[in-house]
């Protein structure tokens, strides 16, 4: 029990904890019962998760819009690629026979789930070779009939004798096949040959499967449910086995990437929540000494996390999925959230030590640490909460979740965590009743070495901003490759994905432009193709595609001048021709060939993307990228994306754009944008906090001095490293000035209770009672953001890369430079007044 001197004075904070004993069962029903809904909504939420890139945008992006559009407009616009390693091209052979098998089977899907199966370019070819003087401009059809007229003519002439002149003097008039041709390739791109028509790559190493999705919608169930059922057909037709041993198939194109990015997130989910979840729990009962910590901590963190992910699943915020950047907030908010409980719990134990009872020490505690964990929370929560004045939805959820988050963890912590101690608390030992621990060995080393750690961190203060002038303008990630899955480049959807491409000399899914009328649509192509031409929209145009190309506007016409070319064309004429060439002209002018074309004659293939829901083919135009030219560089996508946008928009001002190189150009369009007001945000607000913490000038500007070399530290040690910030890691900046603000007011809120004492004692007091507690917030708090350290997705391990280390870099100006350079500067203050005197 405690002695009536020991008891704390009576204040608001101590008759606050009275009340809440006296109630404390009613107060533990009402947190379980808002638990029980919480937690109903945050597994609610966590079952929504999308991977969707186009998630991270604002429902107002263009980018965004124009999907929309485009699912309102157009059927299926997306691909599974089954690729086939043949080890070899004796194995060709025995792969034709598994993918024709493979065919079939998927062709028997129903139509509302697949649009198309290819596996060569046969009818396509054959359509070009029947079609192909309606396919032509009229005059060079007519240009064909008169170049055969004067061939015709000559052949008579010579026949009969009446040109006097031989070969020599008088050569046969040419037929301008050849350049015609030439004109054709140079205005639409050279076919691609494929061997036997087939997708096979050239040197017999790969070949391909092409399924075109029906639908445009992009659901991980759908895409699940088609990559499934492919992958069970070859299992059952007994691949490899039955067609050659040694062969491989993988997957390529929007359907596997869809299902490859969002089972690696569940899996990266999964094992980050079993680390931070031992880890942390290892933490504590290590730091206590006793499992009922975990009790006393977890519960109150647990309703926290779950009151956080509930109250904004409300409206107006309607938060109810977590998207690719704020999948890993649980583990974040726990590692975070649990610091203000550490803080309490380590006050507790110490007032214990010194003879108070039970809940008398609980009162003290609250009393002594509410006010310091109540600002560090606010801190944090001012530094997640910066992100909601952002647009870009990668950012804004974060902000709301985690925001809120910090502030209800800290709630509950000191509505339930008081009560817990009562109840579960006794027990836990006092540190008087342990051995020395780290933080007393750290007070030491604060204490003996000041000097020197002082000297240390101004070292590397230096060398982080001398770094960081160096990087000014070089760190923004601008390849988009680095941040896919480490995994995908091994055996996922990049690496087959980049031998698909490669066989098929093109991407399957075009950027769409969408306009309103044929007219504003030809108008459009005209100006892509002069992009084209000059090189512009970041070279990165391969082809572009409208109806013109397989309806012309003109094939009446064409078909006419085609008729008289087959009137004109002699069998004697026709006799000449051989092999192949005598083959394509027969086709070019068979019965078939001279019918008019109607859009039943096109392959689907090359309607795809043009045809509406409707039926229409004569309002979007197809820009198809150049393989290999940069597709996944941010300056190329931007250029891309602004000359696309601009060449549509001065035809018609609500024409939309839309397709991948957009979405991503938008992304890191819109980071540049908000990345930095948020980073000025929180940074604002989060020193604000550090100036109004204390009812002290100097030590207010310690808190701002230790925030600001916690920065640079962390700043400095990545521009060493070469690292970059992209849409993920940007995230860490404002949550590493909250940490920051977290660790060093905390710190500063010890040392300033110690008022009245030494200086060096109270420095001493502020590391080995709070700089213990301070480091297991550390250590929690690295666990949640190392966990993502696991994960295969490149761009959220960079977040808890950056994330650490800012972790780390805080953490050590907190407890070690901080107070040594408040010990060094009272040192030298305790050596000058004996001088003066």
């Not at 050279?190 to 017999?204: S, W």
């Not at 805080?810 to 901080?818: G, K, M, P, R």
């Amino acid at each position: 029990m405690s002695t009536p001197d020991s008891r704390p004075p009576d204040t608001a904070a101590t008759r606050y904890v009275r009340w809440l004993l006296a109630h404390r069962a009613w107060v533990m029903l009402g947190l379980l019962l808002l638990a029980i809904g919480g937690g109903y909504r945050t597994a609610k939420t966590y079952g929504a998760l999308r991977s969707d890139i186009e998630e991270l945008l604002p429902e107002s992006a263009p980018a965004v819009a124009a999907l929309k559009e485009a699912r309102t407009r157009l059927p299926g616009l997306r691909h599974l690629g089954v690729v086939v390693d043949t080890g070899g091209p004796q194995n060709v052979d025995a792969a034709k026979r598994f993918l024709d098998d493979l065919a079939g089977r998927i062709d028997a899907y129903p139509k509302d789930e697949v649009a198309a199966v290819r596996v060569d370019v046969k009818r396509e070819r054959r359509f070009g070779e029947t079609y192909v003087l309606q396919l032509m401009e009229p005059k060079d059809v007519r240009r064909l009939t008169e170049a055969v007229e004067e061939r015709r003519d000559w052949e008579a002439s010579h026949a009969i004798g009446t040109n006097l002149l031989d070969e020599d003097e008088d050569p046969p008039p040419k037929i301008p096949v050849d350049e015609l041709k030439q004109k054709y390739e140079a205005r639409y791109g050279k076919a691609e040959p494929f061997p036997e028509d087939r997708f096979i790559a050239k040197d017999g190493q790969t070949e391909v499967l092409v399924v075109q999705a029906a639908s445009n919608e992009t659901t991980y169930e759908s895409d699940r449910e088609l990559l499934s059922k492919v992958q069970r057909d070859i299992t059952e037709l007994g691949f490899p086995d039955k067609y050659a041993p040694g062969m491989r198939v993988g997957f390529a194109a929007d359907v596997p990437t869809r299902v490859e990015e969002m089972e690696g997130l569940f899996r990266d989910l999964s094992l980050s929540g079993l680390l931070v979840t031992a880890l942390v729990l290892g933490s504590i009962v290590w730091f206590f000494r006793s499992f009922r910590a975990l009790g006393i901590l977890g519960i109150p963190l647990t309703f926290g996390t779950f009151y956080a992910f509930g109250l904004v699943a409300l409206p107006p915020l309607s938060i109810t999925y977590l998207n690719s950047n704020t999948a890993f907030l649980g583990s974040i908010v726990v590692g975070n959230g649990i610091n203000s409980g550490i803080i309490l719990l380590a006050r507790y134990r110490e007032d214990r030590g010194r003879g108070l009872g039970v809940e008398d020490a609980v009162a003290q505690a609250v009393a002594q640490t509410w006010r310091p964990t109540l600002a560090a929370a606010l801190a944090a929560s001012a530094a997640y909460g910066s992100l909601i004045f952002t647009d870009f939805r990668g950012f804004n959820q974060f902000g709301w979740i985690g925001g809120f988050g910090m502030i209800l963890c800290w709630l509950a912590t000191y509505l339930a965590a008081p009560i817990l101690i009562v109840w579960l608390g006794a027990g836990i030992r006092p540190p008087q009743q342990q051995r020395r621990g780290l933080a007393d060995r750290l007070g030491d080393v604060v204490l003996r070495r000041s000097k020197w750690v002082f000297a240390v961190t101004l070292g590397l203060s230096v060398l982080g901003g001398a770094s960081l002038f160096q990087r000014a303008d070089d760190w923004l990630e601008t390849d988009l490759t680095k941040l896919r899955r480490r995994d995908s480049w091994v055996d996922g959807e990049r690496y087959w994905g980049k031998r698909m491409d490669a066989t098929l000399h093109r991407y399957l899914t075009p950027t769409v432009v969408m306009a309103h009328s044929p007219e504003q649509a030809r108008e459009i192509e005209r100006r892509v193709r002069e992009l084209q031409h000059q090189d512009r929209a970041g070279g990165l145009v391969g082809s572009v595609r409208s109806i013109a190309q397989v309806l012309p506007p003109e094939r009446d016409k064409a078909l006419g001048e085609a008729r008289h070319l087959r009137e004109v064309l002699t069998p004697k004429l026709q006799s000449k021709l051989k092999g192949e060439e005598k083959q394509l002209v027969e086709r070019a002018l068979s019965p078939e060939a001279l019918e008019p074309l109607v859009a039943a004659d096109v392959p689907p293939v090359l309607t795809a993307g043009l045809r509406e829901h409707d039926g229409r083919l004569d309002r979007n135009v197809l820009v198809f990228p150049k393989v290999g030219a940069g597709t996944w560089d941010a300056e190329r996508m931007l250029a891309f994306t602004q000359d696309l946008r601009e060449a549509a928009r001065q035809v018609d001002p609500d024409a939309q754009v839309g397709g991948g190189i957009l979405l991503s150009s938008d992304i890191i369009t819109a980071m540049k944008r908000d990345g930095p007001r948020a980073t000025a945000i929180a940074l604002g607000v989060v020193l604000l906090i550090c100036i109004v913490a204390f009812r002290s000038v100097r030590l207010s500007a310690l808190a701002v001095v230790s925030l600001s070399v916690g920065v640079l530290l962390m700043l400095g040690a990545m521009a060493l490293s070469h690292q970059k910030l992209n849409f993920s890691n940007f995230v860490a900046l404002p949550i590493t000035f909250g940490i920051a603000a977290d660790y060093s007011i905390n710190v500063l809120k010890r040392f300033q209770f110690e008022a009245g004492k030494p200086t060096l004692e109270r420095v001493r007091g502020a590391v080995a009672h709070t700089g213990g507690a301070v480091a297991l917030c550390s250590v929690t708090t690295i666990i949640g953001f190392g966990s993502l350290l696991v994960a295969q997705n490149q761009a959220l391990f960079s977040f808890g890369l950056f994330a650490v280390a800012g972790e780390i870099a805080c953490l050590l100006t907190a407890v070690l430079s901080l107070p040594s350079a408040i010990a060094w500067l009272g040192s030298r203050r305790a050596t000058e007044r004996p001088a003066e005197a």
